[in-house]
C-alpha cells in the first residue's frame, strides 16, 4: 500500500538517540571498509572519540554513490544520490543537530508539469498532462505532505556528506585499497587489500554494497553463513545509471516518467527551481529499462538513443537544442558499487536483521540497506552507520 510507504518515509522514525549523542571508551582497532556515506560517518564517531581506526577505500575518492559534477552547469550536479527523500529538518538530525532551521538551501521537489510515457507502445501517443486544475493542485499538496521530497538548491548530497562528515576524517583514508579478503578466524581480523597488504584490526566494519557482497569480490575466512548468504541473495540489488544532458533551451517538461517493467525510468529537469541559466536534463533509469541502453557498444550511442526518445515525444527539439555536453554515470556497471539503490523499508524486517548479524562479534556491516529506521538512501545509510559503529564501541 502506497500510503505505508510514504508513511514509512516519516521523519519521526529517525532514532532521537545514536552514536552522536554518546561518548565512548574503546580500545583496539577499528578498520572500515569503504568511504561511502555509511564508511564516513561511522567514521566520524570514531575519529570524535579517539579511537584508533583505518578506512580503507577501494576507488580514488570518498563519497561512493554520491558524486558531483561541478563543471557541466552553473550548479553541482549530483550523479549520484540527488533528493532529499524528507523534509529538510533531516539534515539536522543526521548532524546531531537540534530544531527544524537548517543551514543548507533546498527546494520543495513539487514539480507539475509531468509526463508519463511509455516508450513501448507503437504509437508514442499515450502522454498524459498533469492538469492544472484547483482539484489536482490540492491532491499534489496532499500528496506532497505526506511524500516530500526536497533538493539542494545550489549544492548537493556529495556535498553535505563531504563537509559534514569526510571533512574530519579523510586523513585516515587510504584509498585504491579495494579489500578482497576478510579473515575473522583469528583474534585479531586480517584485512587484505589487492596488493596483498594485510591490516590488522580488533573490529571491522564492512559498508560495501551490497552487490559487492554478493558478486564475491571478498572473500570471507570463514565463508558467510547459509542464511547470510540467503539473505543476501534475496535482495535485488538493481542496476542503473545517470545521463545528463546539456540543451540550448528548456522544450520539456518538469518530469517524463516512462513505463518499466521492473525498477524506474525518467527523464527530469535537473536545474528545477536552481536559479539556473543552463537547461539540463537527466535520464535516470534502474531495472529492466537499462537493458535497452546496456546493449549499445558506446556512450555517444547511448546519448542518440536518448535524443531519440526525446524527439520523439518532441517533435525534433531534443536534437535541435543539444549542446553536445553530458555526462555519464553507470553505477550499475561500477566495478565497487555494480548497481544503484535498495529501499529498505520494503525489506522483509528479519533479512534486514539477518544481514545486520555481526561474524564472531569481529566483523559488522552497515550501509543503506542495512537501516532499521527507514531512512531511506543516504539519511539510511548515515543512521545504519552510527548504530554499527555504537554495536562496536559498545561491544554489542
Ligand atoms: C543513481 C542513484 C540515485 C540515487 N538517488 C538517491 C536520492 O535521490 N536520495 C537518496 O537519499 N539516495 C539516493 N541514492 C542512494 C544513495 O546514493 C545510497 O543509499 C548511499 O549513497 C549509500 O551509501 P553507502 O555508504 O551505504 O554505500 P556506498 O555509497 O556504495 O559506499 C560504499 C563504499 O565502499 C567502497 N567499496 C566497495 N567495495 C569495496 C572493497 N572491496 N574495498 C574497499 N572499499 C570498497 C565503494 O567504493 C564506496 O565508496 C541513489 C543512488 C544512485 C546510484
Same mark, same amino acid.
Given at each position: ?21 554518546? +561518548? ?46 561541478? +563543471? ?9 544520490? !540527488? ?27 513539487? +514539480? ?9 507502445? @507503437? ?17 499534489? =499538496? =496532499?500528496? =506532497? #505532505?505526506?511524500?516530500?521530497? =526536497? &533538493? ?33 578466524? &583469528?583474534? #585479531?581480523?586480517?584485512?587484505?587489500? &589487492? ?25 570471507? *575466512?570463514?565463508?558467510? @553463513? ?23 533551451? #528548456? ?22 527551481? #536552481? ?21 549499445? !557498444?558506446?556512450? !555517444? ?40 539503490? *535498495? ?24 550501509? !543503506? ?21 555504537? &554495536? *562496536?564501541?559498545?561491544?554489542?
Amino acid at each position: 500500500m502506497k500510503v505505508f510507504r510514504w508513511g514509512s518515509r516519516a521523519l519521526d522514525m529517525f532514532p532521537e538517540d545514536n552514536a552522536l549523542h554518546k +561518548t565512548y571508551n574503546f580500545e583496539g582497532k577499528v578498520i572500515i571498509i569503504g568511504a561511502g556515506a555509511s564508511g564516513l560517518a561511522a567514521a566520524k564517531i570514531l575519529q570524535r572519540n579517539n579511537v584508533d581506526y583505518l578506512i580503507l577505500e577501494a576507488s580514488n575518492r570518498h563519497g561512493g554513490r554520491l558524486k558531483e559534477n561541478k +563543471t557541466l552547469a552553473d550548479f553541482p550536479i549530483d550523479l549520484g544520490a !540527488e533528493w532529499i527523500h524528507h523534509l529538510p529538518t533531516v539534515l539536522n538530525r543526521l548532524k546531531g543537530k537540534s530544531g527544524d532551521q537548517v543551514d543548507e538551501e533546498t527546494v520543495p521537489y513539487n +514539480t507539475f508539469y509531468k509526463f508519463d510515457k511509455d516508450f513501448g507502445s @507503437s504509437s508514442y501517443g499515450k502522454i498524459f498532462r498533469w492538469l492544472n486544475s484547483s482539484i489536482m493542485k490540492s491532491l499534489f =499538496f =496532499f500528496r =506532497f #505532505k505526506f511524500f516530500p521530497e =526536497f &533538493k539542494f538548491k545550489n549544492s548537493s548530497w556529495f556535498n553535505f556528506v563531504d563537509k559534514n562528515f569526510a571533512e574530519e576524517v579523510k586523513d585516515k583514508i587510504e584509498f585504491n585499497s579495494p579489500v578482497t579478503q576478510i579473515d575473522y578466524s &583469528k583474534d #585479531k581480523v586480517d584485512v587484505v587489500t &589487492k596488493s596483498g597488504q594485510v591490516y590488522k584490526a580488533d573490529k571491522v566494519l564492512v559498508t560495501a554494497s551490497i552487490g559487492i557482497l554478493k558478486s564475491e569480490y571478498i572473500n570471507f *575466512i570463514p565463508h558467510l @553463513s547459509k542464511e547470510k548468504q540467503d539473505a543476501m541473495e534475496s535482495i535485488n540489488f538493481m542496476p542503473g545509471f545517470k545521463l545528463v544532458m546539456k540543451f540550448s533551451e #528548456k522544450f520539456y517538461s518538469d518530469i517524463i516518467m516512462c513505463k518499466a517493467k521492473t525498477g524506474e525510468k525518467g527523464y527530469y529537469d535537473m536545474a528545477f527551481k #536552481k536559479d539556473s541559466k543552463n537547461h539540463i536534463l537527466g535520464l535516470l533509469i534502474q531495472g529492466s529499462e537499462v537493458e535497452d541502453f546496456y546493449c549499445l !557498444e558506446s556512450e !555517444e550511442k547511448i546519448v542518440l538513443k536518448a535524443l531519440e526518445e526525446l524527439d520523439k515525444i518532441y517533435e525534433g527539439k531534443a536534437s535541435k537544442t543539444y549542446t553536445g555536453e553530458y555526462v555519464f554515470e553507470d553505477w550499475g556497471r561500477h566495478e565497487f558499487t555494480l548497481g544503484t539503490w *535498495i529501499e529498505s523499508f520494503q525489506i522483509n524486517k528479519s533479512i534486514i536483521q539477518k544481514l545486520n548479524e555481526p561474524l564472531n562479534g569481529k566483523v559488522f556491516f552497515a550501509g !543503506e540497506l542495512y537501516d532499521l529506521h527507514h531512512q531511506l538512501g543516504v539519511p539510511g545509510a548515515i543512521v545504519s552507520g552510527y548504530h554499527s559503529i555504537d &554495536k *562496536i564501541l559498545t561491544n554489542l
